[in-house]
């Protein structure tokens, strides 16, 4: 009788990737699946077309969605205007990497932790919560995440342009508008995409800043999956995800952009 070969087990790639796969199956495939069932379907399972309907013409929610996407430009923007001079002049120290640990260890910390740390901080100082407070908390808990891509592009800059364009005469301004603004624009669309497609979702923050005054998506999100409207919820999850692929195809777009302002630099 033959023998039938038994092929030898070998550690591949393949063989890395399979809890990855097993990973994304479990814990993000089938949620997804799960809330695309759930949008369909009414409080006794059947097929429907109402969780669209009352979403959709729920002022109160369209409201809700238009201040969180409000709070999430504003925030961003805040964060690229504080981010960018101080990664800018870290790029410029030696000692640029151990200070930008600064800014990275406290994201160690549990983000709730951190809230309500900064909200007993505000009580003890005497400063009313609201859209002010909401508004820092959320500075305060992604700026790390501008200032890390930022510094990272900055800092992997040739600054062999540098010297050419102050070798032709051109001043510190003309400098950096021209030439290192330019090559800074993929660090400055990472960061966009880091700090605004968190702060659109994020619900903790809002809800403990603002003693509940301040409701964000996030938050109608999480009430409607806590009162069993789970149709309702996992329509807002939804539009929720459309707004996360659109920010990241038209960050992806700009990105590309600043690589062919970059190529033609070169």
């Not at 800043?209 to 806590?226: T, W």
Request: aromatic share 12%; glycine share 8%; with cysteine.
């Amino acid at each position: 009788m033959k023998k039938v070969a038994r092929k030898k087990f070998r550690l591949t790639k393949k063989v890395f990737s399979i809890p990855y796969i097993l990973f994304l199956l479990l814990f993000v495939v089938i949620p997804l699946v799960l809330i695309l069932v759930n949008a369909f379907l009414d409080n006794g399972n059947n097929l429907t077309l109402d969780n669209f309907k009352t979403f959709f013409t729920s002022k109160s929610s369209l409201v809700v969605l238009g201040n969180s996407l409000l709070v999430g430009v504003i925030t961003t923007a805040l964060c690229l205007i504080i981010g960018y001079p101080v990664a800018y002049f870290l790029s410029k120290m030696s000692s640029g990497r151990i200070l930008v640990l600064l800014y990275i260890i406290p994201m160690g910390v549990n983000f709730l932790i951190r809230t309500l740390a900064t909200k007993a901080i505000f009580i003890a100082l005497g400063v009313e919560l609201g859209m002010g407070t909401v508004l820092f908390g959320m500075v305060y808990n992604y700026l790390p995440f501008m200032i890390l891509p930022l510094h990272t592009t900055l800092s992997g800059i040739d600054k062999s342009y540098i010297e050419a364009a102050q070798d032709l005469g051109a001043d510190k301004a003309t400098v950096f508008l021209k030439t290192t603004l330019p090559l800074s624009l993929s660090g400055i669309f990472s960061g966009i995409t880091m700090v605004f497609i968190p702060t659109i979702s994020t619900y903790a923050i809002s809800q403990l800043l603002s003693n509940g005054k301040i409701f964000l998506f996030g938050d109608s999100i999480q009430l409607s999956f806590e009162q069993g409207m789970y149709g309702v919820g996992s329509i807002m999850s939804l539009v929720m995800l459309v707004f996360v692929l659109l920010s990241n195809f038209v960050m992806n777009k700009f990105n590309r952009n600043s690589n062919a302002v970059r190529r033609s630099l070169w």
